[in-house]
């Protein structure tokens, strides 16, 4: 038995984001939900890349050589704010990080969800999980994509609804 009952809607959720942001222009995907936040376009880019960064770096899971974020020393896009990514190119992250989180779903089992996994930041010494991982990588999708839903929404575009059912 792997993982993939308990996040099932998982691959749906990706597949909602992708699909409200593959219309976008350029000049859309430099909207921000206000003055301080990033532009959606380093918004997506930033929730692409936590995906390599945990399920990659601090997990060990394979994968990150077909993401745009190969190697660990690698900042994400949203540390460059001067060069905006198109919707193709965040398309193409979301696409190559979720193929990641998707394998893990059919090879990892209940049993190895209490594995942990030691980190360094800053100067701490963090302990994580597979679970622990697992739930901040939902609840961090889960905000961006209410931060995403929110700067689309006021400017008269679709939101991202992640949870609408598929057409019949």
């Not at 009952?5 to 350029?26: K, N, T, V």
Request: charged residues 25%; aromatic residues 10%; negative net charge.
């Amino acid at each position: 038995m792997t993982i993939r009952a308990f996040y099932d809607r998982w691959p749906q959720y990706d597949r909602r984001l992708i699909e409200a942001i593959a219309p976008l222009s350029d000049e859309q995907l430099a909207i921000r939900p206000s003055p301080k936040h990033w532009p959606i376009w380093a918004i997506v880019g930033h929730l692409a890349g936590t995906r390599v960064y945990w399920l990659c770096h601090v997990a060990g899971e394979p994968g990150a050589e077909s993401t745009p974020w190969p190697n660990l020393g690698d900042e994400g896009w949203e540390d460059d704010l001067s060069r905006p990514r198109s919707a193709s190119e965040l398309v193409g992250a979301l696409e190559s990080t979720f193929a990641i989180v998707d394998r893990l779903l059919d090879t990892w089992t209940p049993a190895m969800l209490v594995e942990e996994f030691e980190r360094t930041y800053g100067d701490q010494r963090q302990v994580h999980s597979r679970t622990s991982i697992l739930q901040r990588l939902l609840t961090h999708e889960a905000y961006h994509d209410g931060e995403l839903a929110i700067a689309l929404g006021n400017h008269g575009l679709e939101p991202v609804y992640i949870w609408r059912p598929d057409e019949a």
